[in-house]
């Protein structure tokens, strides 16, 4: 009888360890090591997503250095104030910190990776896109802020990829979650277009295709089916 109860007990005992190492590797259903894998996942799709962008600029560059500046209704308009340009840097920096505020404190970190993986595609389209109809840039001194690349220039003017990833911010937001965050991410987009327009960063044209090139991402990505291939990826 007692060797029998001491073996029950070892058994229980050691059923609780791996229980308990098993708890340690997962955080509220789900495995650390699978999610740094699809964060690795995400990362490779943003440097693409990078990648994508440094060529089509330079690609801009070097095709097409006469590019022409047309004349804009908005910009007839609404006056030029040069240094609003700043202004946009600072309501596109808001409206990440709003994101990562919402992420941390609604415990989404687990849709971290497929955040990254939207940044990405948001890039490689617009990389796409925007060597298609190069533009002139509208300022000379406007300067544009690249998370991905750091502080560099960019040629490419359609679609505006301040809008479209500021817009892609919002949409990750749920209202029912944070309905605050997603109030202030509206007025953030209203101020970005405004700011861009005002600092000539933008044509007007950008500044829609921006918008709907973030909605269509988004959308595909989560209800269509184009990226299932990718999903697999990044989903924990």
């Known amino acids: 009888m007692g ?5 029950r007990g070892g058994a229980r005992r050691l059923s609780h360890n791996v229980s308990m190492k098993r708890n340690s590797a997962m ?3 789900f495995e650390w090591a699978r999610w740094l894998r699809a964060l690795v996942a995400g990362a490779l ?11 089509g600029s330079a690609l801009i560059e070097s095709w097409f250095p006469d ?13 030029h104030v040069p240094w609003t340009q700043y202004a946009v840097e600072i309501v596109y920096l808001a409206a990440l910190g709003l994101l990562v505020v919402y992420v941390w404190t609604n415990n989404h970190v687990r849709r971290v990776p497929e955040m990254m993986v939207l940044y990405g595609l948001l890039d490689i389209g617009r990389a796409l896109i925007m060597v298609l109809t190069p533009l002139g840039i ?16 960019q040629w490419g003017e359609f679609p505006s990829g301040h809008m479209a990833t500021i817009l892609l911010f919002y949409l990750l937001v ?6 605050a965050i997603k109030r202030a991410m509206l007025v953030l987009i209203l101020a970005e277009v405004v ?13 829609v295709g921006g918008l709907l090139l ?9 209800e269509g089916r184009l990226f299932d291939w990718l999903k697999r990826f990044v989903r924990v």
């Open 138 to 153: 509208p300022y000379e001194e406007a300067t544009h802020f690249n998370p991905s690349g750091g502080l560099m220039r």
């Open 3 to 7: 060797d029998g109860a001491a073996r």
């Open 45 to 55: 799709v943003m440097i693409a997503g990078g990648l994508f962008t440094a060529a």
């Open 195 to 207: 700011f861009l327009l005002t600092s000539r960063s933008h044509y007007s044209i950008d500044i």
């Open 27 to 29: 955080i509220e259903g």
């Open 67 to 79: 590019r022409p500046t047309p004349r804009d209704l908005l910009f007839e308009l609404l006056p």
């Open 214 to 222: 973030g909605y269509v991402v988004y959308h595909q990505y989560c």
């Open 174 to 179: 749920d209202r029912d979650k944070a309905p």
